[in-house]
């Protein structure tokens, strides 16, 4: 059966050597750079369209040697106190009493010697057109309110030696060409921690060699069947320390792909609480390719992480698949403030930016089966995903990111649109699609035994191949594993069985790969004592000659028997008691040469070989539930046991499949 295991290796290795942070130029983990101080003494090439509102308050001590061409148009109102020291040489004879109207136009050269003693109250409205040669010394101390309109061409060479108060509210248009230098991170995990790694599921992993790599050691992977949820195969390891709100970390590895057989691996990484609510920092899934790719993750945790319940978790269901990853380390930050440069992030950083849903939906669900569908989103801060519309027997848990239910021969016909939703700060996503809901084409039949009276066991898949009953088989309408059951006491009387039809289909079913499912529940310990003896094992689904089918013997034991020319395979259950139900399933893989018989949904044993093994010639003989063979004097399997549910695929069903068959829902 699967079950946790837990690996611890005493290993000791050298110190990974490649997967160091760059700090050097531009070749930076794609952080937010530190605050840049304006105070530096860098020189800057930057273009400054700014305004300057604020008031110059200096002082211009220049000379200013422009020319003033402008025109003075003001009013002079000063007195002119001058001294006229012009001499007068005229000779005035006569006495003026009257007004003097003329004007004198002649040049008065004599010398006036006498003294003139009258008064001279007349008005001279003469015009004086001589000239005044006289020089003005007064004092000008009237007010020039005129507007000088001249330019002043001159060029100021004085210093500015005022303060600039006013605030810049220009935008800074120029290009810091400097990359930021970040600190140096605190290591939470790194390659000394490689043996303390715990995984769960259908997968193995070890630690072995590399070479020719900057690192040493790797984890070797090995992953089995198919799942549905990929959480059902993952691998975890521990950080040390606590991880705050608001601080930025990387987390990094290295992967490569040996061998997928759906062509290419895949992974999931999660760093997330490692207990109930399971709140994630970071989802991250990626291909791997076949050679060695380095992987960086930037995040900023949105919650405090307490060391011991914080993991990085890898999930792996993805079907078979070998991988390596090399060394994780988990590097801290701390809290920085700004947004991180484009252009100083190295190429191989994944940044998220944006929010992006990576998965592609299923589009057909099959009756019975359970349908599962998981959203990988790649996102940071981790998205919030919601279901807008779905059907009815659809449930969807947004915790998980996870869709899945059961559809029912009821719901094919019905409209199965889906919606769902993904939102963060970043941006949103979201995705519809149609499910067409169908019954599997490689059921042969499907035989729920639910009946309550009948002479047929009634065929549901759509093929009509309904069973006959024979001999005193008995309904249990109310008493089975889903809904009701029939059962079969026929090692007393030997005829209590239900047997198929024959047609080529059912005939050569064992000829390919194959799948059997039902739910049985023993009435008793089978009393036989010997193997040949008819009630030493009592018959579930049994195709007699050689005998393949499901069966449960003397030994407690349930069994899944397939016959070769040669090769018997039969793997074998635990030892099981009578009286409760279980389900079994047989598995036959013809492509991957294997048998494996199923409990519960369990992997109990697989049996392997090899391709070149002949078919065994089984010829008409019927199917039947309840008996291998009523005319049979030797292992007849007559049977005391209650049958429910049985089906016959003619593929190898998942183990996602046969879980679901078991009721281990997701």
């Known amino acids: 059966m699967a079950s946790m295991r837990i690996s611890i290796s005493l290993l000791t290795f050298g110190v990974l050597l ?4 760059g700090f050097s130029g531009c070749g930076r983990i794609g952080f937010e750079p530190l605050p840049v101080d304006d105070s530096s003494s860098n020189t800057s090439t930057d273009t400054i369209v700014e305004t300057d509102s604020g008031t110059d308050r200096r002082t211009d001590t220049g000379t200013d040697t422009g020319t003033n061409t402008g025109t003075d148009t003001g009013t002079d109102t000063g007195t002119d106190t ?17 007004t003097d109207t003329r004007t004198d136009t002649g040049t008065d050269t004599g010398t006036d010697t006498g003294t003139d003693t009258e008064t001279d109250s007349g008005t001279d409205t003469g015009t004086d057109t001589g000239t005044d040669t006289g020089t003005d010394t007064g004092t000008d101390t009237g007010t020039d309110t005129a507007t000088d309109t001249g330019t002043d061409t001159g060029t100021d060479t004085g210093t500015d030696t005022g303060t600039d108060t006013g605030t810049d509210t220009g935008t800074d248009t120029g290009i810091d060409t400097e990359c930021p230098t970040l600190p140096v991170g605190t290591e939470l995990l790194g390659d000394t921690d490689m043996s303390a790694y715990w995984w769960y599921g259908d ?14 050691e790797t984890w070797y992977i090995e992953s089995g069947y198919y799942t549905a949820d990929t959480t059902a195969a993952q691998m975890a390891i521990h950080p040390h320390g606590d991880i705050y709100t608001g601080d930025h970390l990387v987390m990094e590895f290295w992967t490569r792909c040996l061998y997928a057989a759906g062509g290419s691996c895949r992974t999931g990484l999660l760093v997330e609480k490692a207990s109930p609510p399971w ?32 993991q990085a978790t890898f999930r ?15 590097l801290n930050y701390g809290s920085l403030a700004a947004t991180p440069r484009p252009d100083c992030i190295p190429d191989n950083t994944t940044l998220f930016t944006d929010l992006d849903i990576i998965s592609t939906p299923k589009t057909v669900a099959h009756v019975g089966i359970e349908y599962v569908y998981r959203l990988e989103i790649n996102a ?11 059907p009815d027997w659809l449930s969807f848990d947004p915790q998980r990111k996870r869709l899945a239910g059961i559809p029912q021969y009821e719901d094919i016909g019905l409209s199965s649109q889906i919606t769902l939703e993904a939102t963060n700060p970043n941006g949103a996503d979201s995705q519809t699609w149609q499910i067409s809901v169908e019954v599997d084409t490689a059921m042969l039949g499907h035989w729920p035994l639910d009946q309550d009276t009948d002479t047929l066991a009634e065929d549901v898949s759509g093929n009509a191949r309904n069973g006959v009953l024979f001999g005193d088989a008995l309904w249990q309408p109310d008493d089975g594993q889903i809904q009701g059951s029939i059962h079969f006491d026929c090692y007393t009387d030997n005829v209590d069985y239900v047997e198929l039809p024959t047609d080529t ?10 799948s059997l ?72 893989d013809i492509d991957e040469g294997s048998f494996a018989l199923f409990v519960d949904g369990y992997v109990e044993e697989t049996r392997y070989f090899d391709s070149s093994e002949v078919d065994a010639d089984f010829g008409t003989a019927p199917w039947r539930m309840g008996i291998a063979d009523p005319n049979a004097t030797e292992y007849g399997m007559f049977s005391d046991i209650d049958v429910d549910d049985v089906r016959i695929y003619n593929r190898a069903l998942t183990i996602h499949e046969v879980e679901s068959l078991a009721g281990r829902y997701n």
Not at 83 to 95: A, F, I, L, S
Not at 203 to 216: H, K, P, Y
Not at 318 to 327: D, F, R, S, T, V
């Open 316 to 330: 792996l269901g993805y079907g078979e698949q070998i991988l390596e990853l090399a060394p994780v380390r988990l």
């Open 18 to 21: 490649g997967i160091e942070v």
């Open 203 to 216: 997968l193995d992993a070890s630690v072995v060699a590399v070479n020719g790599q900057s690192f040493e």
């Open 380 to 390: 940071q801060p981790t998205a919030t995903a919601t279901a807008v519309e779905m």
């Open 505 to 514: 289909d059912l005939n050569e079913l064992q000829y390919s790969s194959y």
């Open 82 to 98: 001058g001294t006229d020291t012009g001499t007068d040489t005229g000779t005035d004879t006569e006495t003026d009493s009257g």
């Open 517 to 588: 499912s039902a739910w049985a529940r023993a009435g008793s310990i089978p009393p036989g004592a010997a193997e040949t003896d008819n009630d030493f094992a009592y018959a579930i689904l049994i195709k007699p000659g050689r005998h393949i089918g499901l069966w449960y013997d003397a030994n407690q034991q349930f069994h899944a028997t397939h016959h070769f020319e040669s090769v018997v395979l039969q793997p074998t259950s635990d030892t099981i008691t009578p009286g409760e139900f279980h389900h079994i399933a047989a598995v036959f």
């Open 279 to 310: 709140t994630n920092a970071v989802e991250y899934y990626t291909a791997v390719d076949n050679d060695w790719v380095f992987h960086q993750v930037p995040f900023v945790a949105p919650t405090d992480f307490v060391e011991g319940d914080v």
